[in-house]
């Protein structure tokens, strides 16, 4: 399956439905957006060293995000058992969700159909998504050894809010 172009600021971003916890009710983005905004940060695949320095960043950055009232999703394709147990690598407090099936990847426009010769892993990614499900700042690198600037979104975020205060 050929990716999509990939979402830019001001579009909408796609709901999906994604597995947290066998056994527990997927997440979706349209229930999460609810209660304020989400940033989602897909990454290729847990337990490789870039993901797992990027998932300690996360992790240490993901208490000011929660206090903020930001909720904080991963995404990557692996399994939600991998995921479980890369969670605790770094104590991640925050919901590591699989898209064994590619769909949100996919529909982010973020799918790598050409990663070291795998196919349909995501690019390391982030997308801020306010709580009308309007996509308010996207970083996308075709790159994996490359990390998101955590500054940068958390500039992108404090405009946000700012923006919500003066509406």
């Known amino acids: 399956m050929a ?6 600021p001001g579009d909408l971003a796609p709901d999906f439905s994604l597995v947290h916890r066998p056994g527990e009710d997927p997440v979706r983005l349209s229930h999460e957006i609810r209660s304020g905004p989400v940033i989602l940060f897909f990454f290729p695949l847990a337990f ?4 797992t320095e990027e998932l300690c960043a996360l992790a240490e950055a993901w208490k000011g995000w929660d206090e903020a009232g930001v909720r904080v999703l991963g995404i990557s394709v ?4 991998a995921l479980a147990r890369f969670a605790q690598v ?3 407090e925050f919901p590591l969700l699989s898209d ?4 949100a990847c996919t529909a982010f ?4 159909d050409n990663f070291y010769g795998m196919e349909g892993v ?3 990614s982030v997308f801020l998504v306010d709580g009308a499900g309007i996509i308010r700042y996207v970083w996308i690198s075709e790159d994996a ?11 992108a975020l404090a405009e946000l809010k700012a923006r919500a205060v003066q509406s």
């Open 3 to 8: 990716p999509s172009k990939a979402l830019s």
């Open 109 to 112: 426009g973020v799918r790598n």
């Open 100 to 103: 064994f099936n590619r769909e």
């Open 78 to 81: 692996d399994s939600p058992f």
């Open 145 to 155: 050894s490359r990390l998101p600037d955590l500054e940068e979104v958390r500039t």
């Open 122 to 124: 995501a690019n390391r």
């Open 48 to 51: 490789s060293s870039v993901c």
């Open 90 to 92: 770094c104590d991640a």
